[in-house]
């Protein structure tokens, strides 16, 4: 494991489309709020206006201490010098990104079920820094899909050798209670998105993670 | 004599990609193909293709392109190519800007698309090794979107510029011989090399006229 500070107790992941015409503006109110990691996850844009839109974020998460990690384009995190990538199904193995990235770059990989790690060789289980288990809870974003449960993220976390952030359908309510089950971080991405006063929203789920962070 | 580390002579460089080979036997072997009949570079070129299924056709051409000791380019993905230690990449204008490329990786080389001698020589400035400089004529492999440049066009590319130039773009036995005189490198060609099932004897045919 890295010796590097795991960025915690709250991800932004993001999604222009959710976000609307205001995109920048809104991660600017997001990460006023300070939250410790922020995964930038368009993946529909060519590289290079991905790029340049990540040039642009930088220039707001460099302002607080907000981790900016990259979603799948490993260009793109080594041309703006991201904290981070954060890889996908389908995207490159975490073994031939960790030969592009500096030790102190984090990488991620998205999970779902135990099984996606049994599929990882020794060498991609090496490379990687975090997990990012989902979705925990029903969310919009995943409609239909029955979350995995607390039960299950408990097993999750027990076995995992990574810190597994938690996402999909957290919230303040529910927040505290994910963390409690072994998850080092939680992330959001539509509350994130969608919500009219982000700011609040993110004091809101800050103030209800407090409630767990003695323990922590 | 260039960074490309070519000397002078009309230079064939063979792209494909799944539409040409779909699958990973078929790549090894048509690039095998198309080696042994004298292609002197290879540029693998994916669309709409995942990550990891990418990186490891890259890897394939990877092996044989070494063992011919031909220069190997990816097309769009700077990673990639770093990934696999290609000679160099590909870059088109909605991938990473040259600029940052080059930076990334100084020993690579870049390669860029152009359409007339104002970004042939943008690029040129912005540290690329090579432009393709096409299409010359309508394609025979994709849609056309823009208008052929001819070979007035090329010539005009090719006075704006020091580093290589590969005309691309609708060449085939029938209108190549006139590249021998525009003092360009070569030719980059998907269709006149792979459409066809014999890349080797389509390989030699054309390096025959380009001589």
Redesign the interface.
């Known amino acids: 494991m890295q010796q590097k500070n795991f960025p915690k107790p709250l991800w932004i992941v993001t999604n222009r489309h959710l976000a609307g015409p205001f995109f920048l503006e809104k991660i600017a109110e997001i990460v006023q709020e300070k939250p410790s990691a922020l995964i930038l996850r368009e993946k529909d844009l060519?590289?290079?206006?991905l790029?340049e839109l990540a040039v642009q974020v930088k220039k707001i998460t460099e302002q607080s201490d907000t981790a900016l990690i990259i979603n799948?384009?490993?260009?793109?995190a080594?041309?703006v010098q991201a904290d981070g990538v954060h890889l996908g199904q389908?995207?490159?193995?975490p073994a031939?990104?960790r030969?592009?990235l500096k030790t102190q770059q984090w990488l991620g990989l998205s999970v779902h079920t135990w099984e996606d790690i049994d599929n990882l060789s020794e060498q991609d289980r090496e490379a990687l820094d975090y997990l990012l288990l989902g979705n925990i809870f029903l969310t919009d974003c995943k409609a239909g899909k029955k979350g995995l449960g607390l039960e299950e993220l408990s097993r999750f976390t027990s076995a995992s050798p990574w810190p597994v952030v938690a996402i999909g359908g957290i919230d303040s309510y529910n927040g505290a209670l994910t963390l409690r089950h072994g998850a080092k971080a939680i992330a959001i991405m539509s509350s994130a998105m969608t919500t009219q006063m982000p700011a609040k929203t993110l004091r809101d789920l800050k103030k209800s993670l407090l409630s767990f962070s003695d323990s922590y | 004599m260039n960074r490309m580390g070519f000397s002078d002579g009309l230079l064939l460089y063979g792209i494909l990609g799944r539409e040409q080979a779909l699958s990973n036997e078929e790549l090894v072997s048509k690039v095998k193909s198309a080696l042994a009949g004298g292609c002197d570079i290879v540029q693998l070129r994916e669309k709409n293709i995942d990550s990891a299924t990418y990186y490891h056709r890259a890897l394939l051409l990877r092996e044989v392109t070494r063992e011919a000791g031909k220069k190997l380019f990816i097309n769009d993905r700077l990673d990639i190519a770093m990934a696999v230690e290609a000679d160099g990449v590909h870059l088109g204008q909605e991938d990473l800007p040259l600029s940052q490329a080059r930076k990334l990786w100084p020993k690579g080389l870049i390669g860029i698309t152009v359409r007339d001698a104002t970004m042939a020589r943008k690029a040129e400035l912005a540290g690329a090794d090579y432009v393709g400089a096409g299409p010359v004529f309508a394609p025979f492999s994709k849609q056309l979107a823009d208008k052929p440049m001819g070979y007035e066009g090329l010539q005009e590319i090719r006075n704006h510029v020091r580093i290589p130039v590969f005309a691309i773009g609708g060449f085939d036995a029938t209108n190549i011989e006139g590249l021998k005189t525009t003092g360009i490198q070569g030719v980059a060609t998907i269709a006149a090399l792979f459409a066809q099932d014999d890349p080797q004897k389509n390989a030699v045919e054309l390096k025959k006229l380009l001589s």
Not at chain 1, 46 to 49: A, H, I, L, S, V
Not at chain 1, 72 to 76: P, R
Not at chain 1, 90 to 93: D, E, M
């Open positions: 060519p590289p290079q206006e790029y799948s384009s490993v260009e793109v080594l041309a389908g995207a490159l193995k031939v990104v030969s592009l």
